[in-house]
């Protein structure tokens, strides 16, 4: 009985971890007791483990180094995570997705679905700003909840876009959970970003696309917004000649900086045309020149600052210039900087802020710490092996194991959330995804597409609990209308859920089936065939190949012509004037004994 418990330690122990979290233990606790109760088992048992069990009681004073070490607290990259979580409350309580909310409304409300499309557009630019999922859905949620109810949103319609779309911070950059991915696999944080930002987009797509289906489908389920709610009234030919004013004037700057900007000079001209389109929009608005309609306006304002915001922390780790860390930082000034010229930030924001990011960073450094314990027992005794043999032997090679991991990822997202995934599931399937050729960053973004289903599973979604929590328990008078308005049930925010949980199900077949869109992050590679190698010429002498300098090569296997004259390398060489000869030296008689005299 002792040789099977120590040689079957791995799974054991795999299977007590899961145990200790369905009871309801807290997850670092559960890692971190886990790993010592198994690590004392492990040295006890060694001696029955034939070689398997590779533990000793020396082997605790490597958790110090460990947890003061580069793999923790001393961890670069983790600390992005409080800038752009700092970051996101900021813009949260600074009231900008509020503003983008309401404006993208106005502008999408003349259309069937138009409030559905403008949830997800927000989504999407809240996702790349603040990269925390609970701000956004709760943003949505208190905002946009209610209009989609007053004018007649079907409520589990509502219900799931406003969750999907909150979960688009998951997997758009800046996503924390990426972060966690890149470290967690020994990759960059800029290659991750760059290849889950077309994924993101594209999965911003389908839920678009879903809408449309459904606006033909349902279209009572969603209706247009009534001519009296569009309160900025019309003017998208007004936009539209706007856009194309800037695009003309960032090209014309682009033209006019190219010779001396190189290929810096179209972002350059770009920023120039925002610039100026946006001072414009800003005089029209203030000193009442009418050259553009209100919608313009509004939309150019409200929209210009959050998208400059992007290209702060996303353009500037793009183009090499700054870490993700450093990133973060300048994200979270530019935060403040909006908060403050929209006059929402006090003292109150500033603390509210910084209490939600300590407590976020710390549930996240207590989970890494636990793992860790956990791990240093693991690998002791050799969970590692086990884990890469078990998922290398699946059927189907490479296909099989992608397939495999991502069901066993998918149902775990039932009971735990992104973090704990990351830092328990990861660290065991990276190794078996690189024995098996796979890209990392491809695998990392794979995962990060599943794990955001984490968020809407029901019934442990945490958007879907984000969203019960704002949204209307009971009956309520609408305070436009005046009509009685019903309330939402959980039951209706369930269901409204599973539509786009099966979408994100298809973006994880489509990311296995196109891995392109995420392998674009790596540069073209160079064919060596293409590569002119030469030689340069030295003076004397001919290139390498070549004829000799002073004649043409034989012809016909002729003799090559007389050259000049090899030097006598017995001899020291001769700078100018012939050293004076040396007197000859008389040879020894060596018939006779030798003179000392």
Not at 251 to 259: G, H, K, Q, S, T
Not at 554 to 567: S, V, Y
Request: aromatic content about 10%; charged content about 10%.
């Amino acid at each position: 009985m002792m040789e099977f418990i120590a040689q079957n330690m791995a799974p054991i122990m795999f299977a007590s971890l899961i145990i200790f979290l369905l009871i309801g233990y807290p997850v670092a606790f559960s890692l971190a007791a886990n790993g010592l109760m198994f690590f004392f088992i492990g040295v006890l048992l060694s001696p029955y483990s034939g070689g398997s069990i590779n533990l000793a009681w020396p082997l605790l004073h490597a958790l110090p180094d460990n947890f003061y070490g580069s793999r923790v607290m001393s961890n670069d990259t983790l600390l992005a995570i409080p800038f752009f979580t700092f970051m996101g409350i900021v813009l949260e309580r600074s009231g900008m997705a509020e503003d983008l909310l309401d404006t993208i409304g106005q502008l999408f409300g003349p259309i069937r679905g138009g409030l559905a499309y403008a949830v997800i557009f927000v989504g999407a630019l809240l996702a790349a700003t603040t990269g925390v999922v609970a701000a956004s859905v709760i943003a949505m949620g208190l905002i946009s909840l209610p209009i989609m109810l007053r004018y007649g949103y079907d409520r589990r319609l509502a219900s799931g876009v406003i969750a999907a779309s909150g979960t688009l911070a998951q997997i758009i950059p800046p996503s924390l959970v990426l972060i966690v991915l890149a470290d967690q696999l020994g990759r960059s944080v800029g290659d991750m970003y760059a290849g889950a930002l077309i994924p993101g987009l594209v999965l911003t797509g389908l839920y678009m696309l879903y809408i449309l289906v459904m606006s033909i489908i349902r279209p009572h389920s969603m209706p247009a917004l009534p001519l009296e709610a569009r309160t900025l009234g019309h003017g998208v030919l007004s936009l539209l000649a706007a856009l194309l004013a800037a695009v003309a004037i960032s090209y014309a700057a682009y033209r006019y900086l190219e010779p001396a900007h190189g290929d810096n000079a179209d972002i350059l001209g770009a920023c120039v045309g925002v610039i100026l389109i946006y001072a414009v929009a800003i005089a029209d608005q203030r000193l009442n020149f009418n050259m553009m309609s209100r919608l313009a306006q509004q939309v150019i304002i409200v929209l210009i600052p959050p998208l400059a915001l992007i290209f702060l922390v996303l353009g500037t780790i793009f183009l090499g210039i700054a870490t993700p860390t450093e990133g973060g930082a300048m994200g979270s000034v530019g935060a403040l900087i909006m908060a403050a010229a929209k006059g929402r930030l006090s003292l109150d924001v500033v603390k509210q802020a910084l209490a939600s990011t300590t407590r976020l960073s710390s549930f996240v450094l207590f989970i890494l710490i636990g793992a860790r314990v956990f791990s240093l027992t693991f690998y002791g005794v050799n969970g590692h092996i086990w884990v890469e043999h078990l998922l290398i032997s699946l059927p189907g090679g490479e296909v099989g194991f992608l397939i495999g991991v991502n069901i066993l990822v998918f149902f775990l997202a039932f009971f735990l959330d992104f973090f704990e995934l990351a830092f328990i599931i990861v660290p065991l399937l990276a190794p078996a995804a690189d024995k098996l050729g796979i890209d990392l960053i491809w695998f990392g973004v794979l995962l990060g597409v599943n794990m955001q289903t984490s968020f809407m599973h029901p019934p442990f979604g945490f958007a879907l609990f984000y969203l019960r929590s704002v949204a209307a328990r009971v009956p309520y008078l609408d305070r436009l209308t005046g009509k009685k308005i019903a309330p939402v049930t959980t039951g209706q925010i369930y269901w409204g859920a599973v539509p786009f949980v099966l979408i994100q199900v298809i973006m994880i077949a489509l990311t296995i089936a196109f891995p392109q869109m995420v392998m674009h992050y790596k540069a073209t590679a160079i064919d060596s065939g293409t590569i002119d190698y030469t030689v340069p010429g030295v003076p004397g002498m001919s290139p390498l190949g070549a004829p000799p300098a002073n004649g043409t090569a034989p012809a016909n296997g002729g003799a090559a012509p007389a050259g000049p004259a090899a030097p006598d390398l017995s001899q020291p060489p001769s700078f100018g004037d012939a050293p004076p000869a040396k007197p000859a030296t008389p040879q020894p008689d060596l018939s006779q004994p030798p003179s000392f005299n």
